[in-house]
């Protein structure tokens, strides 16, 4: 965005009533104004080339050419402009927005459903929308978790040097927002089957979403991926994704000697979210100790900074997301400038860091192809 000008938003959505509430919604931000609108595809990439909007907001289910096929041209085109895929609460609309958010979409709202009237539609996307825009285009807003951006100085942006880590670790956690699910799909897939941890993941999004990133994971992953269950022994060869609108935490096991357990709460809404990373980070200090090692992904607000904090009381291991590879440096920015990262690391080699940190476990380290690029 050009300093001192608004953000420029291209509208992109086949439904005239959708493409009229979305103007609304973002024409009630003096930051903002609508560069055009689009009612497909094959229209949106025209007026790219032609109104070089900062942001794309864009429907999944579209005629002509939909959502993700659109964002896999824009991608071959060379446009690197943040997209936020709107999509319903279907099925079949989380499966294609998990997919476009893989393939380098930066985040998606859900289109209003339910509503008594269209000042509440507005009011609900707003509250969603907004702070999505201003995070992914730069606008400084108050943090929160899932819905802004951490605005850090650029003296607090400066990293802190790396400190050695001594413990050893049985369980990895990690925590991840907006541009999870892509950052997920690069780090996940180069854990081998024999990797010797747990893996215990807060990604925030609603629960149909949940599943499907589960789903679309394990087919690509050596280790089993699926959402929690209440009360499933926690064993090294599986990840497990906290299910949509449940906190997911970990409960020593019943007895010596037994696995720790999976626990499901909807508790209270922790940094406006639930899951939240606080609550499995927390747990996870609580049962393992020293035996955590943390990482903090991309994503907006704080979420996960205080059980950063509880997981190095304890003795344990946290590593943060750089800010280049990390589509918003919320979380893992707030980790880092409160001085509680160990390292912070390019999403490209943090499986390799976690390996090494892993393989004190066993008596050969494991071995990584390293993805680079």
Same mark, same amino acid.
């Given at each position: 965005? =050009?300093?001192?000008?608004?953000?420029?938003?291209?509208?992109?959505?086949?439904?005239?009533v959708?493409?009229?509430?979305?103007?609304?919604?973002?024409?009630?931000?003096?930051?903002?104004?609508?560069?055009? =609108?689009?009612?497909?595809?094959?229209?949106?990439?025209?007026?790219?080339?032609?109104?070089?909007?900062d942001?794309?907001?864009?429907?999944?289910?579209?005629?002509?050419?939909?959502?993700?096929?659109? &964002?896999?041209?824009?991608? +071959?085109?060379?446009?690197?402009?943040p997209?936020?895929?709107?999509?319903?609460?279907?099925?079949?609309?989380?499966?294609?927005?998990?997919?476009?958010?893989?393939?380098?979409?930066?985040?998606?709202?859900?289109?209003?459903?339910?509503?008594?009237?269209?000042?509440?539609?507005?009011?609900?996307?707003? &509250?969603?929308?907004l702070?999505? %825009?201003? +995070?992914l285009?730069?606008?400084?807003?108050?943090?929160?978790?899932? /819905?802004?951006?951490?605005?850090?100085?650029?003296?607090? +942006?400066? &990293?802190?040097?790396a400190? $050695?880590?001594?413990?050893?670790?049985?369980?990895?956690?990690?925590?991840?927002s /907006?541009?999870?699910?892509?950052?997920?799909?690069?780090?996940?897939?180069?854990?081998? +089957?024999?990797?010797?941890l $747990?893996?215990?993941?807060?990604?925030?999004?609603?629960?149909?979403?949940? !599943?499907?990133?589960?789903?679309?994971?394990?087919?690509?992953?050596?280790?089993?991926?699926?959402?929690?269950?209440?009360?499933?022994?926690?064993?090294?060869?599986?990840?497990?994704?906290? !299910?949509?609108?449940?906190?997911?935490?970990?409960?020593?096991?019943?007895?010596?000697?037994?696995?720790? =357990?999976?626990?499901?709460?909807?508790?209270?809404?922790?940094?406006?979210?639930?899951?939240?990373?606080?609550?499995?980070?927390?747990?996870?200090?609580?049962?393992?100790?020293?035996?955590?090692?943390?990482?903090?992904? /991309?994503?907006?607000?704080?979420?996960g900074?205080?059980?950063?904090?509880?997981?190095?009381?304890?003795?344990?291991?946290? &590593?943060?997301?750089?800010?280049?590879?990390?589509?918003?440096?919320?979380? $893992?920015?707030?980790? /880092?400038?409160?001085?509680?990262?160990?390292?912070? %690391?390019?999403?490209?080699?943090?499986?390799?860091?976690?390996?090494r940190?892993?393989?004190?476990?066993?008596?050969?380290?494991?071995?990584?192809r390293?993805?680079?690029?």
């Amino acid at each position: 965005m =050009t300093s001192g000008l608004r953000t420029r938003i291209l509208i992109v959505d086949d439904s005239a009533v959708m493409r009229s509430l979305l103007r609304a919604v973002v024409c009630a931000d003096a930051g903002l104004e609508v560069a055009g =609108t689009a009612a497909d595809g094959e229209s949106a990439l025209s007026a790219i080339e032609t109104q070089h909007p900062d942001l794309v907001l864009l429907d999944v289910e579209m005629p002509v050419m939909d959502g993700l096929d659109t &964002l896999r041209k824009m991608s +071959a085109r060379g446009h690197r402009i943040p997209v936020i895929m709107c999509s319903s609460l279907t099925q079949r609309g989380a499966k294609v927005t998990i997919e476009a958010l893989a393939c380098g979409a930066s985040d998606y709202v859900a289109k209003p459903a339910g509503q008594s009237s269209r000042e509440e539609a507005m009011r609900t996307l707003s &509250l969603d929308l907004l702070p999505k %825009i201003h +995070a992914l285009t730069g606008l400084p807003q108050a943090a929160s978790c899932g /819905t802004a951006r951490t605005f850090l100085p650029a003296a607090m +942006a400066l &990293l802190p040097k790396a400190t $050695p880590i001594s413990s050893i670790p049985t369980v990895l956690v990690i925590g991840v927002s /907006t541009g999870g699910p892509a950052a997920l799909d690069i780090l996940l897939p180069n854990l081998p +089957a024999n990797f010797p941890l $747990p893996v215990l993941i807060v990604q925030h999004m609603p629960e149909l979403f949940t !599943k499907m990133l589960a789903e679309r994971l394990n087919g690509r992953c050596p280790l089993q991926v699926r959402e929690g269950v209440e009360g499933e022994p926690v064993r090294a060869g599986s990840i497990y994704i906290a !299910k949509g609108n449940w906190h997911l935490e970990v409960q020593a096991g019943a007895r010596l000697g037994l696995p720790a =357990t999976l626990h499901l709460s909807q508790g209270a809404l922790e940094n406006h979210c639930r899951p939240a990373v606080d609550a499995l980070f927390r747990s996870a200090a609580a049962v393992y100790g020293s035996g955590v090692l943390a990482v903090v992904l /991309t994503g907006m607000g704080t979420d996960g900074m205080i059980g950063a904090r509880l997981i190095r009381e304890h003795g344990g291991s946290v &590593l943060a997301q750089d800010q280049a590879s990390s589509t918003v440096w919320g979380m $893992p920015g707030a980790v /880092t400038t409160a001085g509680l990262a160990h390292k912070v %690391i390019p999403l490209n080699f943090m499986a390799s860091e976690i390996l090494r940190l892993a393989s004190r476990t066993h008596a050969e380290p494991l071995e990584l192809r390293e993805r680079v690029g």
